[in-house]
């Protein structure tokens, strides 16, 4: 026992004697007397010429070093100074084997960062090109073994580690790019935080102020926050965070926005758990909150928790920012958007339940998913009513319901024709973009206004994989009808392949195009078979490479602001050689079951078939529509298969019984749809040879009928006379 208890009298003796040693020789020794050996060996060792105008300090309790006024220059130019370091620790943890920062105070740091002309940074340039000291390898030489590495030690102790204050102040760090030509400043940066103890909480907080040249942008910051981690340090968290970041510059349009941020997270790296607890960021009058628990930090995490975008103006969001504003047709939309969601699925999934989407008066509901794995993108989604046409660009002024420019004159300056044609045709589709798609989304709406055009029980489905894009289903009612589309599209090769079919079924026509195109022109129910393949990734190229047919019939339709009886009685009335005394014909021209094939070649649809009844009349025709110059070219006849009217200049004689009476439709139906057809004299020639010949029919059995009668006449005269004496011989 008494050499134990000797032995811990030596201990704590020779401690003793150390530390009376420590405090006689910083009393005695003066550091500002080595400043010239400190300089020339930072000199001797680096390119930088190190100057320390100010005092250099030291203390005993707390042991610590204050340097004041340093400034290092490199080539000449300041590359780093401060204006006052001082670090202390304090003495008796060092003596119990657990150090204790006492302070740390870094004032006034100024630092020159610069990349010049040919992309090389200063800093680069600190140390000394190494010197070749010409000695060679020999064969003999045996080749340097690596310094061995002690292996870190799982089992150690926890980490002890306590600082009692640190405080950085009025630092700042120059960025400049002479190559771009950038140029970013750090200044007014600030930090405070007290009482860091490893597995408790210590507060922290930082100010700051960046600006950048280009493009011309400032932000001054501040974030306060309280800090935790444990011993062991594989477990954070943050809790009471509140950031604000002021910002202006070209970015935003010269306009000052404000963001922020609050909420807690934390993370554990050895069970790989984070979580985000009451979190907020918000950007002006944009606003997120969200709750998030994740689990697993590889490749395939699991998530949960709930998202929340608080209902915002999208217009006054970009006023805010500085960003032009999205004209519409109608002012008052985009007015009310939000979203929310809950988040989840197994690992490697990210789940979304209960999902809806806000567009002003418009409501989405649904679900989705993504896979990491594979980028696999699952959504459904279904909306009440959306009127699309609110949110298009407001018409020009002199702008049509088409688009066309109604300004007297044409439809738009010489020079803006030119420029429209002279620009060059893009790609329509990003092909390896969709080569990457992996989707199944299903999308409905249960009405939707677009072009003027009323669409009730939308349904979209739409798979795609590798490049290959699928609508299994695109249909909806229209017009007391409905229609049904399919379209494949095949974008694994560069000149991408597309297939496309539909069904129309009794649509009704007069409200659809007098909705769509102000068009009144023809009524009655629209049946639509449409068979089309192409390929191509340009407009023009898809419509040159059309090849299909389309197949079509009206049920109990009229043609509008056209009188098709109208014509075929000036033909008649011209064969009679009489004048027509109708005044009232009307407009419209009523038909039944109006059918035929349009053969679709490129730009051009071509039909050989146009077949419809009319009242006393057969409709046929064939002629070509072409779609890139929107002309048509028509030729039609109305055969007379019956009475056609009750004008008496009208009334169908042997002689015009089966003519046709010929109408040309031609010209652009974009522009005069109402004025494209009228009778055709060019080809009434032929009509009249018809007659010619239904004339000398009508002579010859005219000539006929009447030998006939006299033969029967003389018949019955003979017949008479012999019947006559037979039957007076009987009575006498």
């Given at each position: ?117 040919q992309g090389q940074g200063n800093w680069t340039r600190i140390m000394p090109e190494p010197t070749d000291t010409g000695e060679t390898s020999t064969g003999d030489s045996k080749p340097a073994q690596p310094a061995e590495t002690a292996a870190p030690d799982s089992g150690g ?418 064969v009679n050689q009489e004048s027509l005394s109708t005044q009232d014909w009307g407009t419209t021209t009523p038909f039944n079951d109006m059918r035929g094939t349009l053969q679709i070649n490129g730009n051009t649809l071509k039909n050989t078939d146009l077949v419809a009844a ?119």
């Open positions: 026992m008494k050499a134990v208890r000797y032995l811990l009298i030596a201990i704590v003796a020779i401690i003793m004697l150390a530390v009376v040693a420590i405090a006689i020789a910083m009393a005695v020794i003066n550091p500002n007397d080595y400043k010239p050996q400190i300089e020339k060996a930072v000199e001797d060792q680096t390119n930088l010429d190190l100057v320390l105008e100010g005092d250099i300090g030291w203390s005993f309790i707390p042991l610590g070093l204050e340097l004041n006024n340093v400034e290092a220059k490199l080539e000449g130019d300041r590359f780093v100074a401060l204006e006052q370091l001082v670090a202390q620790i304090d003495f008796w943890s060092l003596i119990t084997l657990s150090p204790q920062v006492d302070t740390f105070v870094l004032s006034g740091l100024d630092a020159n960062l610069e990349v010049n002309e102790e926890p980490l002890n580690f306590n600082v009692d204050s640190v405080e950085i102040s009025n630092a700042q760090v120059h960025y400049t790019d002479r190559s771009t030509g950038q140029a970013v400043t750090l200044d007014n940066f600030t930090l405070t935080a007290s009482d860091i103890t490893l597995g408790s909480e210590f507060p922290l907080d930082l100010s700051f102020r960046v600006e950048t040249a280009k493009p011309q942008f400032e932000v001054d910051g501040t974030i306060s926050a309280r800090l935790a981690a444990n011993e062991a340090l594989n477990e954070f968290a943050v809790s009471g965070l509140s950031a604000v970041f002021d910002m202006n510059g070209e970015p935003f349009g010269g306009k000052s926005v404000t963001a922020e941020l609050a909420g807690s997270a934390s993370a554990n790296l050895e069970n790989e758990t984070a979580a985000i607890s009451n979190f907020s960021a918000s950007l002006a009058n944009l606003s997120v909150n969200t709750d998030l628990q994740v689990s697993g930090f590889g490749d395939k995490p699991a998530l949960k928790g709930q998202l929340e975008v608080g209902e915002f103006s999208l217009k006054q969001l970009l006023d805010n920012l500085g960003q032009p504003a999205v004209e519409t047709s109608d002012p008052d939309v985009l007015s009310a958007l939000a979203f929310s969601t809950n988040i989840g699925g197994p690992a490697g999934q990210v789940e979304l339940s209960d999902l809806t989407l806000k567009l002003d008066d418009t409501t989405f509901n649904g679900s989705g998913s993504y896979t990491l794995a594979n980028s696999g993108v699952v959504f459904r989604l279904q909306g009440d009513k959306l009127n699309a046409d609110r949110y298009l660009p407001p018409k020009a002024e002199g702008e049509t319901e088409d688009g066309a420019n109604t300004e007297a004159g044409s439809g738009g300056s010489t020079s803006e024709t030119t420029s429209a044609q002279a620009a060059p045709e893009s790609d329509l589709l990003p092909l390896e973009t969709l080569r990457t798609l992996a989707l199944d989304i299903d999308f409905g709406l249960a009405e939707l206004i677009v072009s003027n055009l009323t669409i009730k029980d939308i349904k979209a489905s739409t798979t795609a994989d590798k490049g290959l894009i699928k609508v299994d289903e695109f249909s909806g009612k229209l017009y007391e009808g409905g229609f049904g589309a399919q379209v494949t599209l095949d974008a694994r090769t560069d000149n991408p392949k597309w297939k496309v079919g539909s069904d129309v079924t009794n649509v009704q026509t007069l409200p659809l195009l007098t909705d769509l195109a102000e068009v009144d022109m023809l009524s009655g129910g629209a049946n639509l078979k449409v068979n089309l393949t192409t390929t191509g990734n340009r407009v023009s190229v898809l419509r040159d490479k059309a090849d299909g047919q389309i197949s079509f019939n009206l049920a109990k339709g009229e043609f509008r602001k056209m009188n098709l009886t109208r014509m075929a009685c000036q033909g008649i009335a011209l009319l009242a006393g009349m057969k409709l046929e025709g064939d002629g070509t529509i072409d779609l890139k110059q929107s002309l048509m070219d028509y030729e039609a006849g109305l055969r007379i298969v019956g009475e056609i009217h009750r004008d008496e200049a009208c009334r169908v004689t042997e002689v015009v019984e089966n003519v046709v009476i010929p109408v040309e439709c031609r010209g652009n139906f974009a522009e005069d749809p109402a004025g494209l057809c009228s009778f055709d004299g060019s080809r009434f020639r032929d009509t009249l040879k018809t007659i010619a010949a239904n004339a000398a029919k009508a002579k010859a059995k005219e000539e006929v009928d009447k030998a006939k009668t006299k033969a029967k006449e003389k018949v019955e005269e003979k017949l008479q006379e012999k019947l006559g004496d037979k039957l007076k011989g009987l009575f006498n």
